[in-house]
Antibody, heavy 111, light 112 residues
């Protein structure tokens, strides 16, 4: 199982960013996937989930601003981050439903 | 939301000692399928979290059997027998029974 995130960076408040998570070593289409984040020096904070059939669930803190999606043909999970706030600054991890984790990607929201 | 109360917040142990970490949830973690989705993770310094134990007591792939998990309903324990230097880091419990997923606040294990 390998999960590799990409797309992070420095972005201004109010702007947008799209994260990707490339999956390999397993049948991606058969698994639900999570996005989980970790602010600098803090604990783990669940963000969103997408099932194998593309049903979605969001944390209240990101509902209406973030969108989780998947492309099974490309074995890739996405997280669209809109209307970013400074409190969204964190390492963003993708994780398989049964908690195999990627290495994470840093998102910094600052002017 | 399910609150996960994890104790102690930190531990300092010598190589070869055994330690236990407690995790208590504010609600039962038994899902409608009868399974309990309580997991233990280790985040080594500078690394992403790694699954140690899943569904209370199942050892993750490649995890040494010095690690064990027990518990039921709302009360869970991770035990590390014969601590080794590579075990240092922050341990988290996590529940995936209920949305939103929630995590314990972490236990930082240091080696004396």
């Amino acid at each position: 199982v390998q999960l590799v995130e990409s797309g992070g960076g420095l972005v201004q408040p109010g702007k947008s960013l799209k994260l990707s998570c490339s999956a390999s070593g397993f049948t991606f289409s058969s698994y639900g996937m999570h996005w989980i984040r970790q602010a600098p020096g803090k604990g783990l904070d669940w963000v969103a989930y997408i099932s194998s059939s593309s049903g979605t669930v969001y944390a209240d803190a990101v509902k209406g601003r973030f969108t989780i999606s998947r492309d099974n043909a490309k074995n890739t999970l996405y997280l669209q981050l809109n209307s970013l706030k400074s409190e969204d600054t964190a390492i963003y991890y993708c994780a398989r439903r049964d908690f195999y984790w990627g290495q994470g990607v840093m998102v910094t929201v600052s002017s | 939301d399910v609150v996960m109360t994890q104790t102690p917040p930190s531990l300092s142990v010598a190589i070869g000692q055994s330690v236990s970490i407690s995790c208590k949830s504010s609600q039962s973690l038994v899902y409608s399928d009868g399974k309990t989705y309580l997991h233990w993770l280790l985040q080594s310094p500078g690394r992403s979290p790694k699954r140690l134990i899943y569904q209370v007591s199942n050892l993750g792939s490649g995890v040494p059997d010095r690690f064990s998990g027990t518990g039921s309903q709302k009360d869970f324990t991770l035990k590390i027998s014969r601590v080794e230097a590579e075990d240092l880091g922050v341990y988290y419990c996590a529940q995936t029974t209920h949305f939103p997923l929630t995590f314990g606040s972490g236990t930082k294990l240091e080696i004396k």
